[in-house]
Every structure is written in structure tokens, then in C-alpha cells.
């Protein structure tokens, strides 16, 4: 099967879930299309188990699909840039110190505490993972997904002052925990670095690649919006957004900086500053269109490939029990890692009721967590780490992103 075919099948997936969510589930677009894949591919898993049908050629189809690579160096970008186009600067500005600590501290947290859980919970259903593996778990698992969390929480009924929180940490923690994987990957030997890295080379790696994202999407948005201020013309102005993502990105990684905080700081600059002094209104409507179909159809194919991976993941029972116990774990960890930033924040500022409650059940996990797990090099434990991630991912979508909204009013209400 070649790339054409592939993606010709993803897309038709996609848009024949996408037709029966919307004509019978009428769940929200993302976890309908979750539901409707994993339900496939279960079927199919049956039928191939019966002798019915022969999964073999689509097993080898899936399997040349490098998801991480897709998802981590195609689509992110995009999405996240798409994602920031539509926040408002001043509500981030307002909120700036409970972001910065959620999408930093409240990451690293989670980290320990999950790899600590994990090491424990692991060890006591009898799989003797390593400790620092147990840490590159925690370190992929913590990050909310601002793909899951943009895509499902816009009509959940969130509390505005909460959906700010809530999306401008999950846009930001995202770069943040891809660099805090990449640093626990080089401490368990798994990375370029083999092993041999230092404190030093640790506090270099997340200097470069934070601040230096940071700085780099400021630069590269400022440039793009100075060239869409010297023309009118949306088609030009669509297309250099556009370049912005794909060379923009392209470039963070050639320079070793981080490619999704540059994007995020890029949208935001375009979706403020350029959507109010260098565009015309009919070039932002025209913009608008494109980013949010555009967003709209990178979701829909992200996640039937999340869902068709059943596929080609190992399952077992025992792999399955030790994704459900793990469940509670991320949430825990969540919880803390959450409470203590808010409770030491309580003292300057004023949170609404139970946030800390909302703030926890809203921290969806999604693609970016699957996309680490699958980016693991191979390994006695891979498998395990992988199966986790997908169970409590798919908890997190599917329970967590059907629930958040009634668990918001009940609490706000």
C-alpha cells in the first residue's frame, strides 16, 4: 500500500465516521471519530481472530505509519498554531502566572509523581519496569493535549475565566513536556546523547529549547505579520500563515528549539496583533475559514489514526489491567500538580469554586501522549509503556471529554 493509499484511506475513515457521528452518535466530533475508529478496528480484530478476514496487509499498511513523526513534526504545528490564532492575548496576560506555573512546574510535578506511582504500581502487579522508565511515562503522560482540550472543551460549558486557564496551559505545557521527555530519554540512555548527559547539559537543553522557542516564534511572527501588513490580498496573506507553520516549524528544528512553543507564540502574535492592525476584514474571515477547516480535518485524520493503532498494539490482559490501574494514578497526580501552584497563587488572586476539581478533570491527555509512547526506540518494556498510554489516553478523551461539561456546571452551578 503506498502513502497516497494510505491517506486516502485515513481521509475516507474519517469522513465516513465523522458522517455516521454527526447522523447517529452526535458525540462531539473528536471522541465520535475516536469511538467509531477503536469500534472498527475492534471488529476487525475479531474477524481476523475468526479467519473471516486477513488483516495482514493493513497491519503492514499501519506499521510503516510513523505516527510520532507525523504527529509530532507534520500536524502539530499546524494545530497549534490554529489553536492560538483564536486567543485572546489580554485574557493570557490576565492569567499569565497560573499558566507559567501549570505549563512549568505543574509538568515537572506530575512527572515524578506519576513516574514514582508507576514504579510502585508496576512493581506490584509484577512488571519490574526500571524507575527511569517509569519517569519517561510520567513524562508523556503529563502534558495536556491541546489538540484533545481545544477540540472538546469549546462547547463543554466551561467557565470562561477556567477555559483561559485551561487552554492557555495546554497550549504551552505541550513544548514544555515534549522537552522534559526529550531530557528524561537522554537520562535513560535512549537518546542521541546515550546517557552521557549532565546537569548542565540538562539546564542547556530546556534553556535552548524554552526560551528559545519562545524567542523564535516571537521573531519569525513578527516578521510574517510586518509582510502581512504590507499587502492586501488574502490569498498572499493565507499562504505566507501558512509558510509560517511548515517553514517556521521546519526551521525551530533545524535550530534545536522548541517547534511548538514557536508556533504557539507565532499564532497568538498573527491572531492578535496581525488579525487588528495588518488585515483586512475580509482577509481575517477568509483566514478564520481556512485555519479552522484546516484544524478541523488534521483532527478528524488524527484521530482515526489514533483509533485504527489498536490494530498493531499488544493488548493483553495483563497490559490492559496495569493501563486502568494507572488511570487513577494520572488523575492524582493531576490533582496536586494542579492544587499546589493554585494554593500558592490563592494568595495574590482569586480563583473560582472548585478549580482546582475542574482544572483536574479537564486535563485531557491526547495524541501528543501516544505520539511519545510510540516515538520510544524498541525495548523490553515498549510495549507496556505504549499499551498504558493508549488506555489512559483513551479514558481521558472519550470519559473525560464526554463528562467535563456536566462536571463544570455541577460544580460551577
Not at 235 to 260: N, R
Amino acid at each position: 500500500m503506498s502513502t497516497f493509499d494510505l491517506v486516502a484511506v485515513l481521509v475516507t475513515l474519517a469522513a465516513v465516521f465523522g458522517w455516521a457521528n454527526y447522523r447517529f452518535l452526535r458525540l462531539p466530533a473528536t471522541i465520535g471519530l475516536l469511538v467509531l475508529s477503536i469500534m472498527f478496528s475492534l471488529a476487525l480484530v475479531a474477524l481476523g481472530k475468526a479467519g473471516i478476514a486477513n488483516l495482514g496487509f493493513l497491519v503492514s499498511a499501519l506499521e510503516t505509519v510513523d505516527l510520532d513523526e507525523a504527529l509530532l513534526n507534520g500536524m502539530l504545528g499546524a494545530l497549534l498554531f490554529a489553536g492560538a490564532l483564536h486567543i485572546d492575548i489580554g485574557d493570557l496576560r490576565d492569567n499569565k502566572w497560573v499558566i507559567s506555573l501549570l505549563a512549568s512546574a505543574g509538568v515537572v510535578t506530575s512527572t515524578f509523581l506519576v513516574g514514582s506511582g508507576a514504579w510502585f504500581l508496576f512493581g506490584w502487579s509484577g512488571l519490574e519496569v526500571p524507575f527511569v522508565l517509569c519517569l519517561l511515562f510520567g513524562a508523556l503522560i503529563s502534558p495536556t493535549d491541546p489538540i484533545a482540550v481545544g477540540a472538546i472543551l469549546r462547547t463543554a460549558g466551561v467557565p470562561k475565566s477556567l477555559l483561559v486557564k485551561i487552554t492557555g496551559e495546554s497550549l504551552f505545557n505541550d513544548g514544555v513536556g515534549v522537552v522534559i521527555f526529550l531530557v528524561v530519554l537522554e537520562v535513560a540512555g535512549l537518546g542521541d546523547g546515550h546517557g552521557e548527559f549532565s546537569p548542565p547539559q540538562v539546564l542547556n537543553l530546556l534553556g535552548v529549547e524554552v526560551v528559545g522557542g519562545l524567542l523564535f516564534g516571537g521573531i519569525l511572527g513578527w516578521i510574517v505579520y510586518r509582510m502581512l501588513k504590507a499587502v492586501d490580498a488574502y490569498q498572499v496573506e493565507i499562504l505566507l500563515t501558512l509558510a509560517l507553520v511548515t517553514g517556521g516549524y521546519a526551521l525551530a528544528q533545524a535550530l534545536h528549539v522548541s517547534g511548538p512553543l514557536a508556533m504557539v507564540v507565532a499564532g497568538l502574535l498573527i491572531g492578535n496583533r496581525g488579525r487588528a492592525l495588518a488585515m483586512s476584514e475580509g482577509t481575517v474571515q477568509r483566514l478564520d475559514s481556512f485555519w479552522e477547516l484546516s484544524d478541523e480535518f488534521l483532527n478528524s485524520v488524527l484521530f482515526v489514526m489514533i483509533g485504527i493503532e489498536v490494530l498493531i498494539l499488544d493488548l493483553g490482559p495483563g497490559f490492559l489491567m496495569a493501563g486502568v490501574l494507572a488511570i487513577p494514578l494520572v488523575l492524582l497526580a493531576r490533582f496536586i500538580s494542579v492544587g499546589l501552584p493554585v494554593q500558592f497563587l490563592k494568595r495574590i488572586r482569586t480563583f473560582s469554586p472548585h478549580a482546582v476539581k475542574i482544572l483536574t478533570w479537564s486535563g485531557l491527555r491526547g495524541g501528543i501522549s501516544v505520539a511519545l509512547a510510540l516515538s520510544l526506540p524498541q525495548g523490553e518494556f515498549r510495549d507496556l509503556l505504549v499499551a498504558v498510554t493508549y488506555v489512559v489516553v483513551t479514558f481521558s478523551i472519550v470519559v473525560q471529554g464526554l463528562t467535563v461539561g456536566i462536571v463544570a456546571r455541577k460544580l460551577t452551578g
